[in-house]
């Protein structure tokens, strides 16, 4: 049962262009979200996260929105470039009795940026 | 700083075969450890964390194993590797504060063939 839900297994872009990948979570006691990037053959590396008492939360180029009555996260890349290529995985925790729970995963976008 | 080493990067074994994977971490005290496992088309699957030496959670049954035999080393183990063990697997670890990222280390890619 995914509790994290990336839909999209690949994305393409032209330069310059907007990114916009997806992410959907069915536990409603998630209040903590993050976007980490990947690529080939090296540790995924965190990118930008957002708390539950937000809707948005912008870094540079990178924006999460989040939707917590859709159950719903994207991250919005503008403009994109062609080292944004990579694999994006969404994750997201919830914090139970006063502890964070561990993070939970999903499935990753493949973003293909091309020149 | 802190940092985490990983080791060895790829790994090719025959089924049956023994497994241990090495992860540590420098630069931090009591750490929270996890071992990650991406297999093809799955992401990103939490396998073990510890929150302390000796101690370990796992969250799947498998054919693996965990231990933390001192407070920034964690092993990921198997006594006999199965075609289905082959993946990247990935050591993490924060300190367990709230709303607090992890940090990966550079992943084992692991064929067992």
């Known amino acids: 049962d995914q509790q994290v839900k990336q839909n999209s297994p690949s994305l393409s872009v032209q330069e310059g262009r907007i990114s916009i990948l997806n992410c959907d979570y069915t536990?409603?006691?998630?209040?903590?979200f993050l976007w980490y990037k990947k690529y080939p053959a090296e540790g995924p590396t965190f990118l930008i996260s957002?708390?539950?008492?937000?809707d948005k939360n912008e870094d540079g180029r990178f924006t999460v929105f989040l939707n917590k009555s859709a159950k719903h996260l994207s991250l919005h890349i503008v403009p994109s470039q062609p080292g944004d290529s990579a694999v994006y995985f969404c994750?997201?925790?919830?914090?139970?009795?006063?502890?964070?729970?561990?993070?939970?995963f999903g499935k990753g976008t493949k973003l293909s940026v091309k020149p | 700083s802190q940092t985490i080493h990983q080791w060895p990067a790829t790994l090719v074994q025959p089924v049956g075969s023994p497994l241990s994977l090495e992860c540590t971490v420098e630069g931090t005290s009591n750490p929270n450890l996890y071992w990650y496992r991406q297999a093809a088309g799955r992401g990103l699957q939490l396998l073990f964390y510890s929150v302390g030496i000796g101690q370990i959670s796992s969250e799947v049954p498998q054919n693996l194993s965990a231990s933390r035999p001192q407070d920034r080393q964690f092993i990921l183990s198997s006594k006999k590797l199965l075609l289905s063990d082959s993946g990247f697997y990935l050591c993490a670890w924060n300190t367990g504060t709230t709303n607090e990222k992890l940090f990966f280390g550079s992943g084992t890619q692991l064929s067992v063939l």
């Open positions: 994750a997201a925790s919830a914090h139970y009795g006063g502890s964070q729970g561990n993070l939970i």
């Open positions: 536990n409603s006691m998630f209040d903590y």
């Open positions: 957002i708390s539950s008492i937000k």
